[in-house]
């Protein structure tokens, strides 16, 4: 199932099979999928950026903030991880991917793999991926702090 590109948010990095590593709701969930893109409540001039987990109700895409379980907050958290690994190197590509390869990992998770993948589905992908690489560098000092103290925690935690 495709995440929808026409909405307020505009997916740029996807994980497309969500699903199917969605901790213990995995083969029995309504999220279909995970996405960091350009927030929908952007103003004119103005880019956030936005994690978004995809509901899909069996008829329509559901657009409604949720509370996210916490393994769903980790699997967001390697998902940005991955995009920042990906963006790192992305100028060597002229639209800051290889359109050849758009899927930029598979994370081994519960038996299967979550895909970490640019959204070619996006009509507009070279537009707003080059908002979503200005808006990352951007908040590179904001997340950077964010994940040195992630990583200090983890190893306290003996990860």
Not at 61 to 84: F, G, M, N, Q, Y
Request: hydrophobic share 35%.
């Amino acid at each position: 199932m495709k995440i929808p590109t026409t909405l307020n948010h505009k997916p740029v990095v996807v994980s497309k099979n969500y699903e199917r590593v969605d901790g213990r709701f995995a083969r029995n969930t309504d999220a279909k999928g995970l996405s960091l893109g350009l927030a929908q409540w952007n103003d004119t001039g103005k880019v956030d950026l936005s994690a978004k987990v995809w509901r899909y109700t069996g008829e329509t895409w559901s657009e409604k903030s949720e509370e996210l379980p916490l393994h769903r907050v980790l699997d967001l958290s390697i998902l940005i991880c991955r995009t920042i690994e990906h963006f790192r190197d992305a100028y060597r590509y002229e639209h800051l991917y290889d359109p050849q390869k758009p899927e930029l990992d598979r994370v081994g998770l519960q038996g299967d793999a979550m895909s970490v993948a640019i959204c070619t589905d996006n009509e507009k992908i070279n537009e707003d991926i080059k908002l979503f690489s200005q808006a990352l560098s951007k908040d590179d000092e904001m997340i950077s702090e964010r994940l040195r103290t992630l990583s200090r925690v983890l190893k306290e935690l003996g990860y």
